[in-house]
């Protein structure tokens, strides 16, 4: 990989001082929007940190399994066709050791140019099915204490929402998703099964703090796990239902803090604040084409907390089911050894990232590999193959 400066480098001279002069406008502008949000932030300190909880220490060592997936950066753009791939893989470790060699699987999908997003949807469906049968092969262990997914349980949902809105949905992809919605029941159900959010987006305490105060509050253009990178000790937890009222309501305060624009004069929280909650009962209720009561239901069988071990990682946001068994969850946050201090996570969720994770260009390799044995088998004129593997744009090999 390149390092910063040879990218630097590769550009004009021009072109680099261009960027260097827009580097110093941004710069100014940020100092004076970090001075402003470090202010807000120490503002509300008091007002969040009653509700962190420390984590006692544990010396129990747990078998744990971690279930993580990877898919293409950017799809294989040929002139036949776009291609993308993925991989899923499975951890378990005792403690730091692995207690065998961990197990993979791969897919891909091709289809026409003219169908970008239902391919991108299709892909991520796939790879979210794999990753849930290989936790569900994990929980039939009876060695294995706990499951780790990458991931939110139903973090498939919006794009099962978007495909319905846009009429790409089929009696195949229906079949599909049918089946993740059912495997990621089963996962919940197990008690036994936790989601990592390393992505998170939850603007929840924002979203909270506005509506106590019945005003945009400065921290609702903030992601929670930013505002807690700053206030929160390591060795503890915060449980969202600790904070907010209402079970998964960090959702709905998200959604909320989503609902405010510049102009909140005329912003009336309590409808605002039922309009979200009926936002996310409807999305889940689209998405799964299930009634009110089941997508309730849902909402209701999971809760989030944010974790934080080290004084030098982040906080991360994980998921778990209501009635998962706290006494066991307790007792692997409070243990350091299931942790990687240098990212803050868990260390079996670290290392399945890093053996599955896609370099940027495999999917070209990929490519290159499947249009080789075309060409090994081809009895016809390989001008064909050589047109249906053409880049789709010609200054740009991927």
């Known amino acids: 990989m390149a390092s910063e400066e040879d990218t630097w480098k590769s550009l004009p001279i021009d072109l680099q001082e261009r960027f260097y002069y827009e580097a110093e406008e941004e710069a100014r502008h940020l100092l004076e929007s970090i001075t402003e949000v ?19 220490s544990s010396d129990r060592v747990m078998t744990v399994a971690a279930v ?18 993925y991989s899923v893989g499975m951890v378990v470790v005792r403690g730091v050791e692995k207690v065998e060699e961990p ?16 391919s991108q949807y299709l892909l991520a469906l796939l790879q979210n099915l794999e990753e849930r049968k290989m936790a569900l092969q994990a929980l039939r262990r009876e060695d294995v204490d706990l499951v780790i997914i990458d991931g939110s349980f139903y973090g498939f949902t919006y794009e099962v929402f978007r495909m319905r809105r846009e009429g790409l949905m089929t009696a195949s992809l229906e079949r599909l998703l049918k089946e993740t919605y059912d495997a990621t029941q089963e ?10 959010v390393k992505r998170s987006r939850t603007r929840a305490i924002g979203g909270f703090l506005s509506y106590k105060e019945k005003r945009r509050h400065p921290l609702a253009l903030l992601s929670d796990k930013f505002i807690l990178t700053r206030i929160m000790p390591p060795n503890a937890i915060l449980q969202y239902p600790t904070l907010l009222a209402g079970p998964q309501s960090y959702r709905i305060y998200s959604r909320l803090a989503a609902q405010m624009g510049d102009q909140v004069s005329t912003f009336d929280f309590v409808k605002e604040l039922n309009l979200a909650r009926r936002w996310v009962l409807e ?11 089941e997508a309730e239901g849902v909402i209701r069988s999971l809760n989030r907390m944010y974790v934080r071990l080290f004084e030098e990682a982040p906080p991360f946001e994980m998921e778990y089911p209501v009635d998962v068994k ?5 007792d692997f946050l409070g243990n350091r050894i299931n942790f990687n ?13 890093e053996l599955v994770s896609i370099p940027r260009e495999f999917t070209r390799d990929f490519i290159n590999e499947v249009e080789a044995r075309i060409t090994q088998k081809y009895n016809g004129k390989l001008e064909s193959v050589k047109a249906f593997f053409t880049n789709l744009n010609p200054q740009k090999e991927f």
């Open 38 to 56: 470090e202010r807000t932030v120490e503002e509300a300190r008091s007002r969040i940190s009653d509700s962190f909880e420390n984590l006692n």
């Open 68 to 85: 993580d997936g990877s898919r293409s950066v950017k799809p294989g753009e040929k002139l036949g066709a776009r291609f993308t791939v």
């Open 103 to 118: 197990q993979y699987g791969a897919g891909r999908v091709r289809s026409s140019q003219s169908s970008r997003e239902f």
């Open 187 to 196: 996962l919940i159900k197990s008690r036994r099964c936790v989601g990592v």
């Open 283 to 293: 999305t889940f209720k689209q998405a799964f084409q299930i009634s009110d009561e």
């Open 326 to 330: 706290m006494e066991m969850v307790r």
């Open 341 to 353: 201090e240098a990212t803050g996570l868990p260390i079996a969720l670290d290392m399945i990232d």
